[in-house]
């Protein structure tokens, strides 16, 4: 079964930067995108971006351009999120969550969230 | 960007009611519209996609309509386990989610 499964809490400083990672099983990690979408408490979902593991190639939300980064490493099936210059307003719940390609996507699986506190 | 908007932001229902959630997009973005279901604690799990395709194993008390700029999700008899926020998220160029919809017991 398809299992999305990402790296436990952190508590960051500001200014510092953090990595989650999300492990891929059950399916073959290149052939969908990995999107990354956070949410404070409270509030909506809002998405980051996405990342093709296959081709590496990105899409970051124009509020997150120079302070996001999207990884992988395909022998491993991982996806990586990385935030730079966290301030307090980035503590959220961060999911990666799998789609398709291109227009027309959604997001049938998602991984559990991985908390991140930046306190103020 | 293309904006989306939810109406109500919330509701009061009972069980067995008929419950319809409108979303709107700022410009026409076709079909390209899903639904997601959240409940506290939890990822948002998929209902609709396309703007009416059920997506497997939902029930089909869920249903979805519209095209353009204008979207349903309509509940045909809410189920306790219905109580939940409601997401409509555009995949017509960015993948942004709207505002919600909290749906509550009357």
């Known amino acids: 079964q398809v299992q999305l499964v990402q790296s436990g809490a952190e508590v960051k400083k500001p200014g510092a930067s953090v990595k989650v990672s999300c492990q891929s099983s059950?399916?073959?990690?290149?052939?969908?995108?990995i999107n990354w979408v956070r949410q404070a408490t409270g509030q909506g979902p809002e998405w980051m971006g996405w990342?093709?593991?296959?081709?590496?190639?990105?899409?970051?939300s124009q509020k997150f351009q120079g302070r996001v980064t999207m990884t992988r490493s395909t022998s491993i099936s991982t996806a990586y999120l990385e935030l730079s210059d966290l301030r307090s307003d980035d503590t959220a719940v961060y999911y990666c969550?799998?789609?398709?390609f291109g227009m027309g996507v959604n997001f049938d699986f998602w991984g559990q969230g991985t908390l991140v506190t930046v306190p103020s | 960007d293309i904006q989306m908007t939810q109406s109500p932001s919330s509701l009061s229902a009972s069980v067995g009611d008929r419950v319809t959630i409108t979303c709107r997009a700022s410009?026409?973005?076709?079909?390209?519209l899903n639904w997601y279901q959240q409940k506290p604690g939890k990822a948002p799990k998929l209902l609709i996609y396309?703007?009416?395709s059920l997506q497997s194993g939902v029930p089909s008390r869920f249903s979805g309509s519209g095209s353009g700029t204008e979207f349903t999700l309509t509940i045909s008899s809410l189920q306790p386990e219905d109580f939940a926020t409601y997401y409509c998220?555009?995949?017509?160029?960015?993948?942004?989610f709207g505002p919600g919809t909290k749906v509550e017991i009357k």
């Open positions: 969550a799998r789609s398709g």
């Open positions: 059950g399916y073959t990690f290149t052939n969908y995108d």
């Open positions: 990342m093709n593991p296959n081709s590496g190639a990105t899409g970051y």
């Open positions: 410009q026409s973005i076709s079909t390209y």
């Open positions: 396309a703007a009416s």
């Open positions: 998220q555009q995949s017509y160029n960015t993948r942004a």
